[in-house]
């Protein structure tokens, strides 16, 4: 059996047995978790589990916020990352999230079904936080007096990541517990994407080639030994968000940073990233899991910032033991 420990200086460390995924762990307050993973479990599936689902609408302030709902269980909201619409997320993942939870899926403003409202300044890390709360309201599944959820648990990629840190923050109230999936905390602290300033402009102009795109999400060795789920099944966003959008989208995660004030979520933490993410560097995901107190942190091993496609049952297993122990 493979266990491999990290202190970060934390209060706590623990072992984990990575051949059982947890199974035999020990969690106590402000326990670290990390654990690695070797086996490539990608199915090959179609995204017909969520063409199948619904697409609604609700008003939210100035907009209409498209969104789908399915499975069983507490609510678990998924906010996805940047450029990403509601229908890009891994249906192995969904499959074995919806067997225990209700999961919620959305478009962020101006991404996808949903509207972008005529304000530009709109666009901000925070101004999507305030839309989530709106929306989770509009739907009756968190802060409302009237409903038995009270508190939602929240999964946030990459910028989405940003938002949920700062939904977090600003309405602790209606956060359970929080995933931070191959994310950061902003600004100067953050270690930024390890891309070209070229290949950078092209992925926010939504201008990047496949190739370039598939290489911010994927190790070079992992694409080359899965070419026919990749051509089957990967959703490409680009020329499916208006280049305006884009950019605004963009800009707002430029601007927003939150490293200063991690020490204040209360919320029930897993902070998860991919060892060979050049996207977000594994570094941001080690110094949130640091501030953040009692944070769970979890890496794996080969993971790219595309990590969910790469692992969906792993990580979803992860899911499953941190919400059961937490």
């Not at 666009?123 to 709360?133: E, L, P, R, V, W």
């Not at 208006?242 to 004030?261: I, M, T, V």
Request: one cysteine or more; glycine letters at 8%; hydrophobic letters at 40%.
């Amino acid at each position: 059996m493979r266990k491999v420990i990290v202190d970060i200086s934390l209060v706590f460390s623990i072992f984990i047995i990575v051949t059982t995924i947890f199974a035999n762990a020990s969690i106590t307050d402000k326990s670290l978790a990390y654990a690695t993973s070797t086996t490539n479990s990608t199915a090959i599936t179609t995204n017909v589990f969520l063409d199948n689902i619904e697409t609604k609408k609700v008003k939210v302030g100035d907009i209409d916020i498209a969104y789908k709902i399915f499975g069983k269980g507490k609510p678990l909201l998924l906010i996805q990352g940047f450029s990403m619409t509601m229908d890009m997320w891994d249906p192995n993942m969904l499959n074995r999230l919806s067997a225990n939870h209700t999961v919620v899926v959305f478009d962020n403003r101006g991404i996808g079904q949903t509207t972008a409202g005529n304000d530009p300044k709109k666009f901000s890390i925070s101004q999507f936080a305030n839309d989530t709360a709106g929306f989770l309201g509009a739907l009756k599944l968190a802060g409302d007096s009237n409903s038995n959820n009270r508190t939602i648990d929240i999964l946030g990629l990459s910028l989405g990541g940003f938002v949920a840190q700062e939904f977090a923050l600003t309405h602790p109230d209606k956060v359970d517990r929080l995933i931070l999936l191959v994310s950061s905390c902003g600004g100067k602290e953050s270690v930024p994407p390890q891309l070209s300033p070229e290949a950078f402009r092209s992925m926010v102009s939504g201008n990047a080639s496949k190739d370039l795109f598939l290489s911010t999400l994927f190790p070079k060795e992992w694409i080359n030994e899965n070419i026919d789920y990749i051509e089957k099944n990967f959703v490409f966003p680009m020329g499916k968000i208006p280049a305006q959008n884009l950019l605004l989208q963009s800009e707002a995660a430029g601007k927003w940073e939150a490293c200063d004030r991690l020490s204040n979520i209360t919320s029930s933490t897993l902070v998860v990233s991919g060892t060979e993410d050049i996207t977000a560097p594994p570094a941001n995901s080690v110094m949130m899991a640091e501030r953040i107190p009692g944070a769970w942190l979890v890496q794996v091993k080969g993971g790219g910032h595309g990590l969910i496609f790469q692992y969906p049952n792993e990580f979803s297993e992860v899911m499953e033991i941190f919400f059961s122990l937490s």
